[in-house]
Each structure stands twice: as structure tokens, then as C-alpha cells.
């Protein structure tokens, strides 16, 4: 018999040879994918804070400084954090549009886009809260009722127990949180904006800012029922109290009126 040429080839060998192959590709992009990934990432953000610095000088710096230390007719942005610009440029406050008490809430002049690179380029200057997730403020599954205990024990004072806001002294006032996007309640609890005090997660935690946004949310929503009637706005005992007076006292004068005007006619008779 003739002596083969060559050993004959195990049946697993082409199985063997393909799952090195795969090992060694598969090393390969864990070295390299990640790192390029972490480089385009790098990248976008620095285009961000570019971009941000531009919107920066051109609509914020007269008031807060050219590199956000604050002047005298605006205070320091560093450590704000993107959460703070997020809430105060997307629902209209800044830029301020006249000195005052209070920066009101309008119309937002700048696109989202806009403002995710101004909040890059504030979170830049040093670290502060970032703008929350979706996860982070959807009422999902939070706890209504504890919301409630929450929203009455820390925010009805100003806000009134269902958010409809209230005066506050020279000027200045909570405002309603009726249409407000959850996404800015959660930074304001976070940030603390104007005459609010902040809320951070070692004083709130994350799920507890979740349930006050849950309550509010059920309190104002059109399925809400109000046991008590006549809701009068949701505003509260002062306004109850001042329709009591104006139309109760109003309807005691005009019924004491009439009788008085018929006694008379009933003398004459």
C-alpha cells in the first residue's frame, strides 16, 4: 500500500480554525471599537461646548460675564450645572427679557438643540446637575399618594396643594404647574430656581421627585374629581373665603334691601 502523502484532516478542524478566527476579530474590535466610539463621543461633545460657547456670548454673556462669573446684573453660572440652563432657557425665563422680581415663563427663543449646547458649554465651567432622563421624571409607575404627602409637607406652602401657585412677598411668586413639562419640575426641584429652594437627591431622592410629579400630574389632569364641589379655581381657603364675602355678604345686602324696600310699601298701604 501506498503511505499517504499527508495526515488526514480531523472533521472538527474547519469548526476549530473558524471560532479562533472569530476570537481573534472579536478581540480586536473590543481594542478598538470602544475607543473609537469614546473618540466620536469626545468629539461631539467638544463641537457642543464650541457651539454653546457661541449662543453664550452672543445672548448670555452681557448679564452673567464672558466666562459665566457673574456680573451685577446676573449671578455666576459655574457649577450650575445643564440642568439648571435647560430649565431656565426652554421655558422662556432667560434670557431675561427686563430686570424684575422674577423671571416670567414665555416663550422659549431658542431650539432644543440650541439648548442642549449651551448647557454643554455651562456644564463645562464645572460640575453641577445634569439634565434627567425620561426614566427619571415619567410618572410611570410612581406612588401617587406619597406624592401628595410629599408635594403638601414641601411645596403647598407656595405652590398651593394642587399647584395652582401663589403670591409670595415684593413681587415675587410661585408660579402654576398646571401644563408644566415633568422633565423642567424635576430640574427645578433639582436646581432651585429663583426664590425655590433646591431639592438635591441627598435631601429628595430620585423616586420621591418622581411621585411629586405623579401627583401633580393626576391632580390636573381632566379625570381628577373634586368631592368638595365647586373647586373655585383650586386656589384654596382665600379664594373660597373672598367669594363667601363678595357674593354671600352681597346676597345678605340685597335680600335685607328687599325686605326693607316691601315693609315700607306695606306701611304706606
Not at 454673556?61 to 457649577?79: I, K, Y
Not at 415619567?138 to 395652582?164: M, V, Y
Not at 368631592?227 to 383650586?234: A, H, S, T, V
Amino acid at each position: 500500500m501506498k503511505k499517504l502523502s499527508a495526515r488526514r484532516r480531523h472533521p472538527l478542524a474547519a469548526v476549530v480554525v473558524l471560532l479562533f478566527a472569530l476570537a481573534v476579530t472579536g478581540g480586536l474590535y473590543a481594542a478598538f471599537a470602544p475607543a473609537d466610539t469614546a473618540k466620536a463621543d469626545g468629539a461631539a461633545q467638544s463641537l457642543a461646548i464650541e457651539e454653546g460657547k457661541k449662543l453664550y456670548s452672543v445672548g448670555c454673556a452681557s448679564c452673567h460675564g464672558t466666562g459665566g462669573q457673574g456680573t451685577t446684573d446676573g449671578p455666576s453660572l459655574v457649577g450650575v450645572g445643564a440642568a439648571a440652563v435647560d430649565f431656565q432657557v426652554a421655558t422662556g425665563r432667560m434670557p431675561l427679557q427686563q430686570q424684575g422680581a422674577q423671571a416670567p415663563r414665555k416663550k422659549a427663543i431658542y431650539s432644543q438643540a440650541e439648548i442642549d449646547q449651551l448647557a454643554a458649554y455651562i456644564a463645562s465651567l464645572g460640575a453641577g446637575p445634569s439634565v434627567p432622563t425620561k426614566d427619571q421624571y415619567s410618572p410611570d409607575g410612581a406612588d401617587i399618594a406619597k406624592g401628595g404627602e410629599l408635594f403638601r409637607t414641601n411645596c403647598a406652602q407656595c405652590h398651593n396643594f394642587t399647584g395652582k401657585g401663589g403670591a409670595l412677598s415684593n413681587g415675587k411668586y410661585a408660579p402654576d404647574l398646571t401644563d408644566v413639562n415633568p422633565k423642567h419640575i424635576y430640574e427645578a426641584m433639582q436646581t432651585g430656581p429663583q426664590n425655590m429652594p433646591s431639592f438635591p437627591d441627598t435631601t429628595m431622592s430620585e423616586k420621591n421627585k418622581k411621585d411629586i410629579i405623579a401627583y401633580l400630574d393626576t391632580v390636573n389632569s381632566s379625570k381628577s374629581e373634586s368631592p368638595g364641589g365647586l373647586e373655585l379655581g383650586g386656589l384654596g381657603p382665600v379664594s373660597e373665603g373672598l367669594f363667601a364675602w363678595i357674593f354671600g355678604l352681597g346676597a345678605l345686602i340685597a335680600v335685607a334691601i328687599w325686605v326693607a324696600a316691601h315693609t315700607a310699601k306695606a306701611k304706606k298701604s
